[in-house]
């Protein structure tokens, strides 16, 4: 694609989003739409085909449902305040802006009061931005005011904005620890009707670089058949550690999704007749991980399209949108990045995604498969067994 195609495809997108805002007022996200029984059409996101149009919410197989307050943000005397703050970056990052942005929607659900989020509250807009949007994003005025519509916040300069004078501030930052145990007033349901809106929200912005892994390696669809392929998610062996407490907190067994044997990973791939298809393996691993890498690599039935990518070979978003629209997606429950790509991965439709998995019986033979229900993925914003994995 090139600069000025993708120039005005981003013009479009922003243009239309200030006619809805121009419409509802500066801070109002758009009206929800009723669902219909309206046939989905198919749609494509970074040239890979989604069972829905992601730009017709009609076509949603859950409603669309932002998570805005329902009334000017002015009127409110609390606010939920994401602002800016100095902070390291020790590898966690990432999850954790991702984490801590939706407990924030949580919270001020509970507390009745809108979010705001400040231009230079950088951990967040980091973390945010770059997977959908690529590095270089220019954040122009319209740009954040299609930003606010996308996410259902109201975003202001900074934490001085006259805005948020006299409120009582609910403040979510780095250095705040910001852990939200979770919704008194959500039920599983809503929060996933949420969460899917504002990741198809966001992936209707996918395009350019973030797409780039996908089309170089020519598993796109746009001039011939879509080519399928796999992407293990592995994680490093530190957070092996945590297993122990996952399967406390789940009441399940995972010690198999942990080793991510080859053995673990084509029964779950042969009865979908894809052992042989191209596979990805990406991932926080490091050197002392090679064990576990070299198993899967030399596996004389498991075809690596690229053995050993470095986590840092391609960029967030680019990585994201690989494992995201794979047609299998495989990794270690105890990453609570592989549980946010779960959740994005429902969130356009597709399944087989086996990050929750149990050994089952089927037709007198013994298999893994998912114990997540594909029809609701409610097992995936389970508070009560995910515990701090909720996210």
């Not at 966690?92 to 801590?100: A, D, P, Q, V």
């Not at 122009?140 to 975003?155: A, C, H």
């Not at 690229?306 to 949108?321: Q, S």
Request: proline share 6%.
């Amino acid at each position: 694609m090139t600069a000025t195609t993708a120039e005005a495809d981003q013009q479009q997108v922003i243009s239309s989003s200030a006619e809805v805002t121009t419409s509802l007022g500066s801070n109002a996200a758009p009206p929800a739409k009723q669902i219909t029984n309206k046939p989905a059409s198919s749609s494509t996101v970074c040239y890979r085909k989604i069972p829905f149009d992601i730009f017709d919410r009609n076509t949603w197989p859950t409603p669309y449902t932002p998570s805005y307050f329902d009334k000017e943000p002015t009127e409110s005397e609390e606010a939920v305040l994401l602002k800016n703050d100095s902070y390291v970056d020790d590898g966690s990052l990432r999850i954790r802006s991702f984490n801590e942005f939706f407990e924030s929607l949580d919270l001020a659900y509970d507390k009745k009061c809108p979010v705001y989020i400040t231009k230079d509250a950088n951990w967040i807009w980091n973390a945010l931005l770059p997977p959908f949007f690529g590095p270089n994003v220019e954040k122009y005025d319209e740009f954040w005011t299609m930003m606010q519509s996308i996410l259902g916040v109201t975003i202001v300069k900074d934490e001085a904005d006259p805005q948020l004078t006299g409120k009582k501030l609910h403040v979510v930052a780095p250095k705040t620890e910001f852990q939200y145990s979770g919704s008194d007033t959500l039920d599983a349901t809503q929060i996933r009707n949420r969460r899917d809106t504002i990741f198809r929200n966001l992936f209707q912005q996918s395009k350019g670089g973030v797409c780039t892994t996908i089309a170089l390696c020519g598993f796109d669809g746009i001039h011939k058949g879509q080519p399928k392929y796999i992407v293990i998610e592995l994680s490093p062996k530190w957070s092996k550690g945590l297993q122990s407490q996952f399967n406390e907190v789940t009441g399940r067994d995972h010690t198999a999704a942990y080793h991510m044997t080859p053995e673990y990973v084509k029964s779950l791939l042969k009865p979908l007749n894809l052992h042989a298809e191209s596979l990805f393996l990406i991932g926080d691993h490091s050197e002392t991980d090679d064990e576990e890498i070299k198993q899967i690599v030399n596996d004389p039935e498991l075809r690596i399209f690229k053995p050993g990518i470095e986590p840092d070979e391609y960029v967030d978003g680019d990585t994201l949108h690989l494992a995201v629209l794979a047609d299998t997606y495989i990794a270690d429950p105890t990453s609570h990045w592989a549980l946010m790509i779960a959740r994005m991965r429902y969130a356009l439709g597709l399944r087989n995604t086996f990050v929750l998995t149990e050994k089952k019986v089927i037709d007198g033979e013994e298999r893994w498969v998912s114990y997540v229900d594909d029809e609701n993925y409610l097992e995936l914003y389970d508070k009560e067994h995910l515990g701090p994995w909720m996210g």
